[in-house]
C-alpha cells in the first residue's frame, strides 16, 4: 500500500504541568486513498504552557503505517528549500500521538523558544523517508505571538487565558529590551495580520503578522497568463505600486489588509465578505460578496465556499465556525456563527399608529437577521405576552381604549420595550396647530399690517387626520408695541396664533 503524509501544527495547553486541554481543532481529515501517493501537512499549531512555552505541531499523513517514523525539520529562518539537505536548526521525533476529531496525529513538541523569541516565527515541515524516496508537507510557519493574535481576536472566550497571553506578551517584550533582542517587534506592541494573493510576502509565505512600524515586501510574477502585472490591490480597492511585481508597503497598517496582485486585462478577487452572522433559516438566500480588481463584484452563496483548506463549516447547523476556503483561486479565512432563530434576541419592537378595531402591525429588529413584519395578535397567538408597563397588567387590545401605552413585550425567548398609539376614527378633537412664518410691516404712520394672503393654516386632529383652513387675523394676538420695537430695529418678529 502506499502512503502519503499531512502535517498540521496544533497547540495544547498545559499550566504547571497540572492541566492539559487537547487540540481545538476542527479540521477536517482527508480520507486515504488506497494505492494513493504519500504527503504531508501541518495540521494545526497551538502552544503548550509549562515552565517554558511550547510549540506543539499535529503531522497529518495518508497512507503511512508507521506515522512514529515522521519527523519535523525546524528552521530558526527561511531555508533555501524545505529538505532534509537544507540543514535544518532542529529535527524533531515524534513526541506523543494525540486524537482530533476522532483521527489521531503524531504530535512534535517544540521546545527551543526563550522569552525574547516570542516574535519570532518558526519554520518546519514534516518529513518521511519511503525507503529512500523524501516525503514532505508543504513548510509552515508559526510563531507564539500568533497563538497570542489568534486567541485575542476571537479564538477564545477564556478571560483567564487573555489576561495569561496579555501578561505574557509585556514579559516577551521586556526580555526583548533587556536583551536588546528584535525590539523592532515587540511582543506587547499592535499587530495586523498580512496576506497576499497572488503573490508572496519576502519569507516566501502568503501570510504574516506586522506592526505598523514594519515595512511590508509583497512580490508576484511579473506575468500571468500573457498578461503584463499591473498593480496591487487592497480588500478596498485601493492600489499601489503601479507596475511594480515586487513592492514594498511602508504606509503603516491599523487593521488587517490583504495585497492582490492584478494583470492587465485580468479581473482578480481582491476579497470576499461573508457576514459574521448569519440566521440558520436564510442560510441559502444570503449574499456573499465577491470583490474584483477591476473594481466589478458578484455574489455568490455561502455554500459556494467548497474547498475548505483549514478548519470546518456545516451551514445546516447552529454554531460558530473558523474555516479557510479557496474560491476560483482566492484563500481567505472566516469565521461565522450560525444563529438558530430561536436563540436570537430582540433589539427592539416598533408598532405602527393603529386605529381602534384594527390588529397592529410590528416590526421586530433582531440582533441576527434584521426585521420581521408580523402583527401584534399573530405574535400573540404564537405565544407573546403583552404587558402594559404603567398598570403592570396583561395588555388587551380588544379593549383598549385609545391613547398611548408603553408596553413590554415577551417573545420567543426575548423580550423589549415597545409604544403603542391607539387612535379613535371619530375623535376629531383638535390637538395642534401650525402655519408657515408670515410678514408684518409698520409704515410710517405706525400702522400694522399682515401680508397672510395665501397662508394656511395646518389642524391636527386627535383622528390623526390633518386639514388646512386660510389664515386670517382675527386667530392672531400681538403686543403691538413690541411689534413696532422689533420692525424698528429691522429685527424679525414672532407670530402668536389667538385660537381657532
Not at 499535529?58 to 528552521?75: C, F, M, P, R, Y
Not at 481582491?270 to 474584483?292: A, F, G
Not at 423589549?416 to 387612535?423: E, H
Amino acid at each position: 500500500m502506499k502512503r502519503g503524509l499531512k502535517l498540521a501544527a496544533a497547540a495544547v495547553l498545559s499550566v504547571m504541568c497540572a492541566l492539559c486541554f487537547a487540540f481545538g481543532v476542527s479540521a477536517i481529515a482527508a480520507q486515504p486513498e488506497e494505492g494513493g501517493a504519500k504527503s504531508l501537512n501541518i495540521h494545526y499549531a497551538n502552544l503548550k504552557f509549562e515552565d517554558n512555552v511550547y510549540i506543539l505541531y499535529a503531522a497529518g499523513s495518508e497512507n503511512i503505517e508507521d506515522t512514529s517514523s515522521i519527523k519535523l525539520l525546524v528552521w530558526d529562518s527561511v531555508p533555501a528549500e524545505y529538505t532534509a539537505e537544507s540543514a535544518p536548526d532542529y529535527t524533531l521525533n515524534v513526541y506523543n500521538h494525540q486524537e482530533i476529531n476522532g483521527v489521531t496525529y503524531p504530535v512534535f513538541c517544540f521546545t527551543e523558544l526563550a522569552a525574547k523569541q516570542m516574535t519570532d516565527d518558526v519554520y518546519v515541515c514534516a518529513y518521511y523517508d519511503d525507503n529512500g524516496t523524501p516525503v514532505y508537507s508543504a513548510p509552515f510557519k508559526y510563531s507564539i505571538l500568533q497563538y497570542a493574535y489568534n486567541m485575542r481576536n476571537g479564538g477564545t472566550e477564556d478571560h483567564m487565558l487573555q489576561d495569561l497571553l496579555y501578561s505574557m506578551l509585556n514579559y516577551g517584550s521586556a526580555a526583548q529590551r533587556y536583551y536588546n533582542y528584535n525590539i523592532e517587534r515587540p511582543a506587547d506592541g499592535e499587530y495586523v495580520n498580512v496576506k497576499v494573493n497572488g503573490g508572496t510576502l519576502s519569507d516566501g509565505f502568503t501570510y504574516g503578522l506586522y506592526n505598523a512600524n514594519e515595512a511590508i515586501t509583497v512580490t508576484a510574477p511579473a506575468e500571468k497568463d500573457g498578461h503584463l502585472f499591473n498593480y496591487w490591490l487592497d480588500q478596498y480597492g485601493n492600489s499601489y505600486g503601479y507596475g511594480e511585481s515586487t513592492f514594498t508597503y511602508t504606509g503603516g497598517i491599523y487593521e488587517d489588509i490583504s495585497f492582490t496582485a492584478a494583470y492587465e486585462g485580468l479581473a482578480e478577487i481582491i476579497d470576499i465578505e461573508l457576514p459574521s452572522e448569519i440566521l440558520l433559516s436564510d442560510v441559502d438566500n444570503t449574499k456573499v460578496i465577491v470583490r474584483y480588481s477591476d473594481w466589478n463584484y458578484d455574489y455568490i452563496s455561502p455554500r459556494d465556499l467548497k474547498n475548505i483548506t483549514a478548519g470546518s463549516v456545516n451551514w445546516d447547523a447552529a454554531g460558530t465556525y473558523t474555516f479557510t476556503a479557496e474560491y476560483e483561486g482566492f484563500t481567505k479565512q472566516f469565521t461565522v456563527t450560525i444563529v438558530d432563530p430561536a436563540d436570537r434576541e430582540i433589539i427592539s419592537i416598533y408598532i405602527k399608529e393603529t386605529y381602534l378595531g384594527e390588529d397592529p402591525i410590528v416590526s421586530i429588529e433582531y440582533n441576527v437577521g434584521g426585521y420581521e413584519d408580523t402583527t401584534l395578535s399573530a405574535m400573540i397567538e404564537a405565544g407573546a405576552t403583552v404587558t402594559d408597563m404603567n398598570t403592570n397588567e396583561p395588555f388587551d387590545i380588544s379593549s383598549a381604549a385609545a391613547g398611548e401605552y408603553n408596553l413590554h413585550i415577551e417573545y420567543k425567548g426575548s423580550g423589549a420595550d415597545a409604544y403603542l398609539r391607539l387612535i379613535d376614527p371619530d375623535d376629531t378633537t383638535v390637538n395642534g396647530i401650525s402655519c408657515n412664518t408670515f410678514i408684518v410691516t409698520v409704515d410710517e404712520n405706525d400702522e400694522l399690517t399682515m401680508h397672510i394672503d395665501g397662508f394656511m393654516l395646518n389642524v391636527y386632529r386627535n383622528n390623526n387626520t390633518t386639514s388646512y383652513v386660510p389664515l386670517t387675523e382675527d386667530m392672531i394676538s400681538y403686543d403691538q408695541a413690541q411689534i413696532k420695537e422689533i420692525g424698528a430695529d429691522g429685527r424679525c418678529f414672532h407670530h402668536y396664533l389667538r385660537r381657532i
